[in-house]
């Protein structure tokens, strides 16, 4: 059985940090590439960034770039999302996927709130 648990969510002031993890279970973790998205009440679900199991670029779009960092640790089967600088527009749940070829998994997702 596959699972995909996020954690690291909550409630943070804007210009905070926060680090996402994601623990994967069931499945050969380097095999997969992994991605954070996110989806805000009312919108469509975003891709934030995707860490590939053989490296290489990473691409973040514009409205996170230069605050956040995807990171994996494939000897404990997790990933990570750091977030610095948070603003409230990045309030949303976020989303944590595993993918390889045809199969794609996701988790339950974990809610980040940024208010004062």
């Known amino acids: 059985q596959v699972q995909l648990v996020e954690s690291g969510g909550g409630l943070v002031q804007p210009g905070g940090s926060l680090r996402l993890s994601c623990a994967a279970s069931?499945?050969?973790?380097?095999?997969?590439?992994v991605s954070w998205y996110r989806q805000a009440p009312g919108k469509e679900r975003e891709l934030v960034a995707t860490?590939?199991?053989?490296?290489?670029?990473?691409n973040y779009p514009d409205s996170v770039k230069g605050r956040f960092t995807i990171s994996r640790d494939n000897a404990k089967n997790t990933a990570y999302l750091q977030m610095n600088s948070l603003r409230p527009d990045d309030t949303a749940v976020y989303y944590c996927?595993?993918?390889?070829?045809?199969?794609?998994?996701w988790g339950q997702g974990t809610q980040v709130t940024v208010s004062s």
């Open positions: 996927n595993a993918g390889r070829f045809a199969d794609t998994y």
């Open positions: 069931g499945i050969t973790f380097s095999a997969y590439a």
């Open positions: 860490t590939r199991n053989l490296g290489g670029r990473i």
